[in-house]
């Protein structure tokens, strides 16, 4: 019986990674994966030929996190994520929270912002029209965390505890949509948070620490309420096919504890990369300061000695 359009699904064999990670392109996913490392690697291209650098470590990142992509949606992953809740749902942590973070750090918002030729005077062209985006007011409203966070925490608990889940699931078009729309969450929740890319929100370091985390224990609760439920809560996946040899209930919470060790993974990540953001910051504003003071010989310390000067004679 084929189950989605994606294979003989009902059919497939006990479930290893060896088998998981098989071709199985999904041509949409394939497209979308070769089109994206394309079009970066020819803005990289464009940068070096015009004799501009381009950080070699943000080409791997976004390289790896769009080959992640294809990892969990062009091999058997997809299939068994068809009829497995836990291979599901390591589908939607890398798609939805690795992916993103990956991709994210490859900066490609500013890398086509500096290859994308100017149109001109009174001309709009791709460099124009994106710029136009990301001051538009929809870029504002979708990348506020007023926004990011609830629809971050509503594509767990509403969509799988609500009969949206199983109603996607049942064709190839609507698991294809669900998954691009985890993946956009995750881009547009971590977005503003990473603060690689320019974009209409740009909060500072600590408060980008408080919106990491005040989405991350909502996605923890979610992995324990499906490690500790005692019966199947979602009906997609509530009569595995016999062929995998797995129990439904066994297999629920499987995907309860994968989905809360993911909670942790991007926090981490996130920190990290802020911490590290945090560090380049302070550097680069204490150079500023350096070169500030070669150029005026120091004014700014010149005044606070004569100010300091100034108290002592006022004392004597």
């Known amino acids: 019986m084929d ?5 003989m699904t009902m059919d497939l064999p006990p479930f290893t990674l060896g088998r998981g990670l098989e071709w199985s392109a999904d041509p949409f996913f394939l497209v979308a994966c070769l089109l994206g490392l394309a079009l970066y690697g020819w803005g990289v291209l464009r940068l070096r030929r015009r004799g501009d ?15 992640t992509v294809a990892l969990v949606m062009c091999t058997r992953l997809n299939d068994y994520g068809m009829v497995m809740f836990s291979v599901h749902m390591v589908q939607h942590m890398v798609i939805s929270m690795l992916s993103p973070l990956l991709i994210l750090l490859g900066a490609p918002v500013t ?16 460099r124009e029209l994106l710029l136009a985006l990301l001051h538009s007011r929809y870029m504002r409203i979708v990348t506020h965390p007023a926004f990011t966070i609830p629809m971050f925490i509503a594509s767990l608990y509403v969509l799988y505890f609500t009969p949206l889940f199983d109603f996607l699931m049942g064709s190839k078009t609507g698991h294809i949509a669900m998954m691009v729309h985890f993946f956009a969450v995750g881009m547009v929740f971590f977005w503003p948070i ?22 991350m224990p909502f996605h923890a609760f979610f992995g324990i309420a499906l490690m500790m439920a005692s019966a199947p809560m979602v009906s997609t996946f509530e009569h595995p096919p016999a062929s995998l040899g797995i129990d439904a209930l066994s297999d629920q919470n499987a995907a309860g504890g994968i989905a809360w060790a993911f909670s942790e993974i991007p926090s981490v990540l996130v920190l990290i990369a802020l911490l590290f953001q945090w560090y380049g910051s ?24 004569a100010y300091l000067a100034s108290l002592n004679a006022r004392e004597s």
């Open 282 to 305: 302070e550097q680069r504003q204490a150079r500023r300061k350096d070169r500030a003071a070669d150029r005026d010989g120091d004014k700014e310390l010149e005044a606070y000695n």
């Open 53 to 67: 650098a381009w950080p070699v470590g943000r080409t791997v990142s976004y390289a790896v996190g769009v080959l």
């Open 111 to 126: 890398l086509a912002l500096r290859a994308l030729p100017t149109a001109g005077r009174g001309r709009k062209g791709p």
């Open 3 to 7: 189950h989605s359009g994606h294979g």
């Open 194 to 215: 990473m603060g690689v890319d320019p974009g209409p929100h740009r909060p500072g370091y600590v408060m980008r620490m408080l919106e990491l985390f005040a989405g």
